[in-house]
C-alpha cells in the first residue's frame, strides 16, 4: 500500500534478508494487533526454510519460479546464480565458462548482446567488465529473476524478452555472446542471418558436437533438431558457412558438456 509506505532507516536496509523479512513480519502483526485487521503479509503458520539457502533468498523456491520450465528439460541449461543476497541453483557450471571469457579482452563500455541470457549471469560478468550490456531471452520468467540479480547487485544491464525466430534486433552490437544458445533456435538459418547483420565485430560462440535444441513456445520447451558433427573440423566448417562475413581466429577453450567456446572477428569491415 503505498499510501503507508515509509522510508527505511540504514539499520534497516542494512539488515539481512531474513532479518529484513522477520522486521516486515512483526511491524505488519503489530500493525493488525492494534487496528483490528486480519493480517495480509503474515502467514498463519510461518516455515520459512524452503525459500532460504544459508541466509539467502533461493529464488528457485519463490512462487515465480516454481513453475518455471527450463530447468525441466531433459538437459537442464540454468546456470547458478550464486550472489551475496540471492541463490537460484542451476544445472550448468558458470566457473568454467568465465575462466575462457577472462582470457579475452574486453573494451570500457562495448556494447555486448548476450543472446539467451538466462539468470543473466554471464550479463553480469560483462557488465562487470565494464561493457554496455543488453541480455535477450525468450522467457519472460526467466529474465524477471534476471533484472531482480542485476538490481541486487548494482548493475545496470537491459534485459529484453525477444524471440530472435519470430523477430529482429533494432540495434546492432560490437560482440555477441552466444552461449550453448544456437541449437535452441527452430529457424537457425534466419537467426543466423540476424546475427550476421547485428554483429559488428565480433562473435563468441559456446557450442558442442552434438547439441539437442529446446524451443519455448509460451508454455512449454519443444525439442528442436539441434545437430551432431562428426569432429570438431566439420563443426568449425559449418560456422564458416554460417557466419560468412566472419572469420574464426580462437579456439577458446573448453566449458562443460563438452562444448568449446569459439571466437570468430568480422573481416568485411560492416
Known amino acids: 500500500d503505498y499510501a503507508l509506505a515509509e522510508e527505511l532507516d540504514p539499520a534497516v536496509r542494512a539488515l539481512p534478508a531474513e532479518a529484513y523479512l522477520d522486521w516486515c513480519f512483526e511491524r505488519e502483526a503489530a500493525r493488525c494487533r492494534r487496528e483490528g485487521e486480519r493480517p495480509f503479509l503474515v502467514p498463519r503458520e510461518r516455515s520459512p526454510d524452503w525459500i532460504w539457502e544459508d541466509g539467502r533468498l533461493n529464488l528457485m523456491a519463490t512462487q515465480v519460479f516454481r513453475t518455471q520450465r527450463l530447468a ?58 565494464g561493457c554496455a550490456v543488453t541480455g535477450v531471452d525468450v522467457e519472460e520468467r526467466l529474465l524477471v529473476a534476471s533484472r531482480l540479480a542485476a538490481n541486487l547487485a548494482g548493475l545496470r544491464i537491459r534485459y529484453t524478452c525477444l524471440d530472435l525466430d519470430f523477430q529482429e534486433m533494432e540495434a546492432s552490437f560490437e560482440t555477441v555472446l552466444v552461449f550453448a544458445t544456437l541449437h535452441h533456435f527452430e529457424y537457425r538459418e534466419q537467426v543466423v542471418e540476424r546475427l ?75
Not at 88 to 95: H, I, N, P, T
Not at 202 to 222: A, D, N, S, T, V
Request: charge should be positive; include cysteine.
Open 72 to 129: 525441466g528439460v531433459p538437459e537442464a541449461s540454468v546456470q547458478s546464480l550464486d550472489l551475496e543476497r540471492v541463490v537460484f541453483a542451476g544445472a550448468r557450471d558458470w566457473e568454467r565458462q568465465a575462466v575462457v571469457l577472462e582470457g579475452l579482452a574486453f573494451g570500457e563500455r562495448e556494447s555486448v548482446l548476450d543472446l539467451g541470457c538466462g539468470l543473466g549471469v554471464g550479463s553480469q560478468f560483462l557488465a562487470r567488465k
Open 196 to 270: 550476421n547483420r547485428i554483429c559488428r565485430r565480433r562473435l563468441i560462440l559456446e557450442c558442442g558436437l552434438k547439441e539437442h535444441g529446446f524451443k519455448w513456445h509460451g508454455r512449454w520447451y519443444w525439442r528442436q533438431r539441434g545437430w551432431d558433427f562428426a569432429s570438431e573440423a566439420h563443426l568449425k566448417t559449418a560456422l564458416a558457412d554460417w557466419f560468412p562475413a566472419f572469420r574464426l581466429t580462437a579456439d577458446a577453450g573448453a566449458t562443460d558438456h563438452g562444448r568449446r567456446v569459439y571466437v570468430m572477428e568480422r573481416t568485411d569491415g560492416a
